[in-house]
Nanobody, 127 residues
Framework: QVQLVESGGGSVQSGGSLRLSCAAF????????MGWFRQAPGKEREGVAG???????IYPDSVKGRFTISRDNAKNTLYLQMDTLEPEDTAMYYC?????????????????????WGQGTQVTVSS
């Protein structure tokens, strides 16, 4: 059974940093496209980072240069390093995986491209 477990959320002041982790269980994540999404109260879920099986990444302009997605295949774990955080980054952050059993090339940004989701971890940035 595929399971994604996020951790690392918390409360920080504007300008601070956090690193989120997503541990994957039930499959080998090295061949999978994975991503991070977030949803703020009253807003739609949006993608903030994606990575494919060869390490190619994609980011929206709102976080480009501040957020970095990475993966440790040996640990079956996905990371999101978030720097220079802003109050607008406050949201529930979700890890997602597009595991099909086939190697995934080309990072994906749309939530409809992912089939498995974690429960989320809250990030709160105060001004």
């Amino acid at each position: 059974q595929v399971q994604l477990v996020e951790s690392g959320g918390g409360s920080v002041q504007s300008g601070g940093s956090l690193r989120l982790s997503c541990a994957a269980f039930g499959y080998t994540s090295s061949s999978t496209c994975m991503g991070w999404f977030r949803q703020a109260p009253g807003k739609e879920r949006e993608g903030v980072a994606g990575i494919d099986s060869v390490g190619k990444t994609i980011y929206p302009d709102s976080v480009k240069g501040r957020f970095t997605i990475s993966r440790d295949n040996a640990k079956n774990t996905l990371y999101l390093q978030m720097d220079t955080l802003e109050p607008e980054d406050t949201a529930m952050y979700y890890c997602a995986a597009r595991w099909t059993g086939a190697r995934c090339t080309g990072p994906r940004s749309g939530q409809d491209q992912y089939y498995y989701w974690g429960q989320g971890t809250q990030v709160t940035v105060s001004s």
